[in-house]
C-alpha cells in the first residue's frame, strides 16, 4: 500500500469516526477525535480518551497534556509531526449515568467497540514502535499488566516494540510522576537511537536500564 493509499485509508477512518455509533460516547461529544500525524510515522502513541479540548477542537493532546507531552517528545528529539497520536476511545467520555462528569474514564465496552479503530490505525500506519500512554492504553494491549510494573520497559509483541509511559495528564500536578515521564521517555531515546534491528531486541531491551548518558539527554 503506497502513502497515499494509507492517507485515503485514514481519512476515510476518520469520517466513520465522525458517524460512528458503536457506542453511546458520540451522544454527548462534539467531535470525534481519530488521530492525526504521518500516515507512515515509526511511532504511535496511544493515549486514553480526547478530554474537553481535544472534543472541542476534534484533535488529540491539545491542552495542557498535550504541551508537556511536546515537551517530552524534545527530549527524544521529536517533534509532535513526526509522530502519530491517538487514543483507544475516539469519543470524549463526559457522562457518568446521565450526570455530567469530566473526563471520566472510558468503560470496557466502550474500549471494546473503539477497539476496530485503533487496530486498523494499526495496520494501515504499521508503526515499529507503539507508545502507551497511560494504564488504559497499556491494558488494551496487556491486559491485567500494572503500569507501575512496566513503565519505562520496551517489550517486543507482534513483531512490534511497546514502550510503556504514564499518561502526560497524570503528571501535570504531580512533580514526581513528572520526573518519571521525563526519566522513562530518555531510555525511548535510547532505544530510538540506534537503528532498530531485528537480530537483537532482547540486548536492546536490556540496555534500557543503563542508558549510557543520562546527564547529555537533560534537555529541559
Ligand atoms: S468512542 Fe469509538 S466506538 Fe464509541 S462512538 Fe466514538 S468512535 Fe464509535
Given at each position: 500500500?503506497?502513502?497515499?493509499?494509507?492517507?485515503?485509508?485514514?481519512?476515510?477512518?476518520?469520517?466513520?469516526?465522525?458517524?460512528?455509533?458503536?457506542?453511546?460516547?458520540?451522544?454527548?461529544?462534539?467531535?470525534?477525535?481519530?488521530?492525526?500525524?504521518?500516515?507512515?510515522?515509526?511511532?504511535?502513541l496511544?493515549?486514553?480518551?480526547?478530554?474537553?479540548?481535544?472534543?472541542?477542537?476534534?484533535?488529540?493532546?491539545?491542552?495542557?497534556?498535550?504541551?508537556?507531552?511536546?515537551?517530552?517528545?524534545?527530549?527524544?528529539?521529536?517533534?509532535?509531526?513526526?509522530?502519530?497520536?491517538?487514543?483507544?476511545?475516539?469519543?470524549?467520555?463526559?457522562?457518568?449515568?446521565g450526570?455530567?462528569?469530566e473526563?471520566?474514564?472510558?468503560?470496557?465496552?466502550?474500549?471494546?467497540?473503539?477497539?476496530?479503530?485503533l487496530?486498523?490505525?494499526?495496520?494501515?500506519?504499521?508503526?515499529?514502535?507503539?507508545?502507551?500512554?497511560?494504564?488504559?492504553?497499556l491494558?488494551t494491549?496487556?491486559?491485567?499488566?500494572?503500569?507501575?510494573?512496566?513503565?519505562?520497559?520496551?517489550r517486543?509483541?507482534?513483531?512490534?516494540?511497546?514502550?510503556?509511559?504514564?499518561?502526560?495528564?497524570?503528571?501535570?500536578h504531580?512533580?514526581?510522576?513528572?520526573?518519571?515521564?521525563?526519566?522513562?521517555?530518555?531510555?525511548?531515546?535510547?532505544?530510538?537511537?540506534?537503528?532498530l534491528?531485528?537480530?537483537?531486541?532482547?540486548?536492546?531491551?536490556q540496555?534500557?536500564?543503563?542508558?549510557a548518558?543520562?546527564e547529555?539527554?537533560?534537555?529541559?
Amino acid at each position: 500500500m503506497t502513502t497515499g493509499d494509507v492517507t485515503a485509508e485514514l481519512q476515510r477512518l476518520a469520517e466513520e469516526v465522525q458517524g460512528c455509533t458503536r457506542c453511546d460516547l458520540y451522544r454527548d461529544a462534539s467531535h470525534g477525535v481519530p488521530g492525526e500525524g504521518p500516515p507512515d510515522s515509526n511511532i504511535l502513541l496511544v493515549g486514553e480518551a480526547p478530554g474537553r479540548n481535544e472534543d472541542r477542537q476534534g484533535r488529540p493532546f491539545v491542552g495542557a497534556a498535550g504541551q508537556f507531552l511536546e515537551q517530552l517528545l524534545a527530549l527524544a528529539g521529536l517533534r509532535r509531526s513526526d509522530v502519530y497520536i491517538t487514543n483507544v476511545v475516539k469519543h470524549w467520555p463526559n457522562q457518568d449515568n446521565g450526570r455530567y462528569r469530566e473526563n471520566r474514564a472510558p468503560e470496557p465496552a466502550e474500549i471494546l467497540a473503539c477497539r476496530p479503530f485503533l487496530d486498523r490505525q494499526i495496520r494501515l500506519i504499521d508503526p515499529r514502535v507503539i507508545v502507551t500512554l497511560g494504564r488504559f492504553s497499556l491494558a488494551t494491549f496487556f491486559p491485567g499488566v500494572r503500569i507501575s510494573d512496566v513503565h519505562g520497559q520496551v517489550r517486543e509483541h507482534d513483531g512490534r516494540f511497546f514502550f510503556h509511559m504514564y499518561h502526560p495528564a497524570a503528571a501535570l500536578h504531580q512533580q514526581s510522576l513528572r520526573d518519571t515521564l521525563m526519566s522513562d521517555m530518555r531510555k525511548l531515546t535510547e532505544f530510538l537511537r540506534e537503528p532498530l534491528t531485528e537480530e537483537q531486541p532482547e540486548a536492546r531491551v536490556q540496555e534500557l536500564d543503563n542508558p549510557a548518558d543520562p546527564e547529555q539527554l537533560t534537555l529541559f
